[in-house]
């Protein structure tokens, strides 16, 4: 249950997190916000477990994978930067 959970929160976190990071890098489709947003979820999930915040089957909160989102999305559009120059 944890897994469809963390989906969730991630598909809203990266809604939430393009609303917070408008750019011309963005991707421009709600699909691939929404995935990205829900690869968010996962990292922050990763990065909590790893770094001991978050207890083994815990995921990330609303607040850490709006975080991972950001993070994603940042990444996003540096790769989508180079491949255009």
């Keep these: ?5 963390t989906i ?3 598909f809203v976190a990266g809604i939430v997190a393009k609303f917070l990071m408008p750019g011309p890098n963005e991707p421009q489709g709600f699909v691939l916000t929404a995935i990205l ?5 996962f990292v922050a999930t990763w990065l909590g477990q ?3 915040w978050y207890g083994p089957g815990q995921g ?4 850490g994978a709006i975080v991972g989102a950001v993070i994603v999305l940042a990444v996003w559009g540096m790769i ?3 491949r255009r120059a």
Aim: aromatic share 8%; net charge positive.
């Design 8 to 10: 969730i929160i991630g």
């Design 60 to 63: 990330a909160g609303f607040i």
């Design 50 to 52: 790893a770094l001991g």
């Design 37 to 41: 947003g829900i690869v968010g979820a």
């Design 80 to 82: 989508s930067k180079n």
């Design 1 to 5: 249950m944890s897994i469809i959970w």
